[in-house]
C-alpha cells in the first residue's frame, strides 16, 4: 500500500496554464506539506497543514493555492503557470509536527515550456 | 540563512568502502533528521537525533551529533551499490514559524 500518492507523476504543460496536483496520505496522519525540489536538488518548504488548517505559508507567489478537503489529502494548485515553476513538487507527511519523522511521495514532475 | 551545508557534495566509493558525509548547521537546534533521495524517487527518513543525543545507530548506519561544533556526520559502513543516493540533513530550529531546513545533499556513488 502507498503511504503517500501524488499524482499526477509527471505534468508538462505550457506557460500560462492553471494545473493541479492531487496528494493523499492513508498513514492517519495530522500535518502535510508540500515541497519544492529545483533542479540543483535544493529542497524548500512551500505550505503546511494540519489537521486541514495552513499553519506554514512560506514565501510562495499566489499563484500556488494549496487546499486540504481534509486531514488525509492536500492538493496544490498553480495558476498561471510561469518557466520557473519547472520543479519536482513533493507532498510529505507527518504525525504530529513538523520535528517529527516526514514521509514522501514519489514526487510530481513539472515541466513548464 | 539558516541552510545547512553538507560536505562533500559527491561522494565517490567502492562497495565495502565507509562513507562518511557531514552537515553543519548555524545556529542550536531541536533535531536534525537525515533522509536518503533514490534517483527519481522521494525522500525517505533514515535517522532523527535530538539535540540531547549525541550518537544513535540503525543496521549499517551511524550518525553523529555535535552541538559544539554545530555538525553531524553520517557513516555507511560496508557500503552496497544499492546505497547509491542523495543524502540530506534537515535541521529543526523550533521557534516560530518552525519548519525543517534543509541542506543541499551528498550524492553518494558506490561503485560495484
Known amino acids: 500500500d502507498t503511504a503517500v500518492s501524488q499524482t499526477p507523476k509527471y505534468l508538462v504543460t505550457q506557460m500560462g496554464n492553471d494545473k493541479s496536483i492531487k496528494c493523499e496520505q492513508n498513514?492517519?496522519?495530522?500535518?502535510m506539506y508540500w515541497y519544492k525540489q529545483d533542479s540543483k536538488k535544493f529542497l524548500k518548504i512551500m505550505f503546511s497543514?494540519?489537521?486541514?488548517?495552513?499553519?506554514i505559508n512560506e514565501t510562495v507567489p499566489n499563484r500556488f493555492s494549496p487546499k486540504s478537503p481534509d486531514k488525509a489529502h492536500l492538493n496544490l494548485h498553480i495558476n498561471s503557470l510561469e518557466l520557473g515553476d519547472s520543479a519536482v513538487y513533493f507532498c510529505?507527511?507527518?504525525?504530529?509536527?513538523?520535528?517529527?519523522?516526514?514521509?514522501f511521495g514519489p514526487g510530481t514532475r513539472l515541466l513548464v515550456l | 540563512s539558516q541552510q545547512g551545508e553538507e560536505d562533500p557534495q559527491a561522494l565517490s566509493i567502492q562497495e565495502g568502502e565507509n562513507a562518511t558525509m557531514n552537515c553543519s548547521y548555524k545556529t542550536s537546534i531541536n533535531n536534525l533528521q537525515w533522509y536518503r533521495q533514490n534517483s527519481g524517487r522521494g525522500l525517505v527518513h533514515l535517522i532523527l537525533?535530538?539535540?540531547n543525543e549525541r550518537e544513535k545507530h540503525s543496521g549499517r548506519l551511524r550518525v553523529t551529533l555535535d552541538t559544539s561544533k554545530k555538525s553531524s556526520s553520517l557513516l555507511i559502513t560496508a557500503s552496497r551499490a544499492a546505497d547509491t543516493a542523495s543524502y540530506f540533513c534537515a535541521t529543526d530550529y523550533g521557534g516560530n514559524n518552525r519548519k525543517l531546513i534543509w541542506g543541499l545533499g551528498t550524492s553518494l556513488a558506490v561503485n560495484p
Open positions: 497543514y494540519n489537521n486541514k488548517e495552513l499553519i
Open positions: 510529505a507527511s507527518s504525525q504530529g509536527g513538523i520535528q517529527e519523522t516526514q514521509y
Open positions: 498513514l492517519g496522519h495530522d500535518t
Open positions: 537525533i535530538r539535540s
